[in-house]
Nanobody
């Protein structure tokens, strides 16, 4: 069992930045080198993939909509994964979720992930 808690969301103006954190507890991600993903869900829309990082942290993958603006990193010593979001736009407004999967490689579909956080709201004003 893994528990995930996101933090760092908030209200920011277009062009601004935020850094989200996802802290894991329970079976630690460092011990099992689980891949981690970030997803988001805007009102009235389906949950969509944002990006993911491999268990070792050596590989990342991003959705086209955030590529070049968002960066995922992880600190396995702290059992924490980060999502640095730059050049935020109103269309980035959503609830952001982190998730962990049992494997070590990145995946882009939500059903590949076993445990989810409760989400953190990101609102970008124009």
């Amino acid at each position: 069992q893994v528990q995930l808690v996101e933090s760092g969301g908030g209200l920011v103006q277009a062009g601004g930045s935020l850094r989200l954190s996802c802290a894991a507890s329970g079976r630690t991600i460092s011990n099992y080198a689980h891949a981690m993903g970030w997803f988001r869900q805007a009102p009235g829309k389906e949950r969509e993939f944002v990006g993911a990082i491999s268990g070792s942290g050596s590989s990342t993958y991003y959705a086209d909509s955030v590529k070049g603006r968002f960066t995922i990193s992880r600190d396995n010593a702290k059992n924490t994964v980060y999502l640095q979001m730059n050049s935020l736009q109103p269309e980035d407004t959503a609830v952001y979720y982190c998730a962990v999967r049992s494997g070590t490689t990145v995946r882009v579909t939500s059903y590949d992930y076993s445990y989810w956080g409760q989400g953190t709201q990101v609102t970008v004003s124009s």
